[in-house]
């Protein structure tokens, strides 16, 4: 069935310090991958997503990575800071593939990411 | 802009009884999701609709139901409540099926 592994489940860094999450999806059709950070009490706020047909993408200290030959993505944090610290989540889904469109988001586990002042 | 807005942010219902949760997508946006954080279960998907249908449904009882209105709000509906459907429930919407999924602060749904 789908799947999405997503590793570390935890992630402690000093602030300055570059952070890596990675995440490994299942279903080959998959071909839209965003990233959510959620912090307590709030819902997830979308702070990066890739598309398949692009290999990378970078948005100031954000920066996600695809490989879609070993099926998994990654999201890198470079110069964190102490508002960085949250719940990270990514997700893969089926976007607009003809006869096969699902929308649905299959979410990884989350990593907690924590920068140490 | 408003984003998406959910309603009412905490629930307390008993087991057996029927819960309902509404939410306000972004103005323009024609897609609703709705999405089960349960803890240790992470995020799972329940219901997509768009333009008054719904598309495809997760893996959920047929007690999880729900609907999108003419002016594109939706409900969720969770009849017979039991113990593990405590959770938060997550709105999303986007601009068109398959754009990208802006989500609500969730309502905090707890059965005693």
């Known amino acids: 069935g789908e799947n999405v592994e997503q590793h570390p489940s935890t992630l402690s860094v000093q602030e300055g310090d570059s952070a890596v999450i990675k995440c490994t999806y299942s279903?080959?059709?998959?071909?839209?991958f965003p990233w959510y950070k959620q912090e307590l009490g709030k819902g997830p706020q979308l702070i990066i997503d890739?598309?398949?047909?692009?290999g990378e993408k970078k948005d100031q200290r954000i920066a996600v990575t695809l490989n879609k030959t070993a099926k998994h993505f990654s999201l890198h944090i470079t110069e964190t800071q102490p508002e960085d610290s949250a719940v990270y989540f990514c997700a893969a889904s089926r976007w607009l593939v003809v006869g096969g469109a699902t929308n649905k988001l299959i979410f990884g586990t989350g990593t907690l990411l924590a920068v140490q002042p | 802009e408003a984003g998406v807005t959910q309603s009412p942010t905490h629930l307390i219902k008993t087991r057996g009884q029927q819960a309902t949760l509404r939410c306000s997508p972004i103005s323009g946006h024609t897609s609703v999701y709705w999405y089960q954080q349960a803890l240790g279960l992470g995020l799972q998907f329940l219901l997509w609709y768009d333009e008054g249908e719904e598309r495809n449904r997760g893996n959920f009882p047929p007690r999880f139901s729900g609907r999108q209105f003419p002016n594109y709000s939706s409900e969720l509906n969770v009849n017979a409540l039991e113990l593990e459907d405590s959770a938060l429930y997550l709105c999303?919407?986007?601009?068109?099926?398959?754009?990208?999924?802006?989500f609500g602060p969730g309502t905090r749904l707890l059965v005693l």
């Open positions: 890739i598309r398949s047909n692009v």
């Open positions: 999303a919407s986007s601009f068109q099926a398959g754009e990208t999924q802006y």
């Open positions: 279903d080959s059709a998959s071909n839209y």
